[in-house]
């Protein structure tokens, strides 16, 4: 067993936290600031068949794809903050050991250690978490 995170290690995974936290929404404000409708009215507009339109579609479902990714991670790193605020955080959900910092310097919003990930991953396939 790996020991506990120590108090200076857990104030620099935060401030990674708070600072991806900050990057997301800001990513998610110009995503919004440049609205996904006007996008496509744009592409749309300027399409001359239907070709052009099916791809004016696509990147319209690109950006929300893209927007549903930075909502779900930023809710990771909210899970991960309010964790740290819980005396939880660097805690395995798989067998209840703690995470390796080095994993966590990595994927700061990691929930399992490696070796339950990698069980997570072998009987979870085709998931659409992000692997190690």
């Known amino acids: 067993m790996n020991e506990g995170l120590q108090d200076s290690q857990i104030k620099q995974l935060k401030r990674l936290l708070d600072e991806r936290y900050d990057e997301l929404w800001d990513e998610v404000g110009q995503e919004l600031g440049q609205s996904v409708k006007e996008r496509f009215q744009q592409i749309a507009g300027e399409a001359q068949d239907l070709e052009d339109r099916s791809f004016a579609d696509l990147i319209t479902d690109l950006n929300v794809s893209i927007m549903d990714k930075h909502v779900q991670e930023t809710r990771d790193v ?22 390796e910092f080095e994993r966590l310097q990595v994927y700061p919003t990691a929930t399992r250690c490696t070796r339950c990930q990698q069980a997570w991953e072998k009987s979870h396939a085709g998931g659409t978490h992000p692997r190690i």
């Open 78 to 99: 909210n899970d991960a903050l309010v964790r740290i605020k819980k005396g939880t955080y660097g805690i395995c959900e798989g067998c209840g050991e703690h995470i």
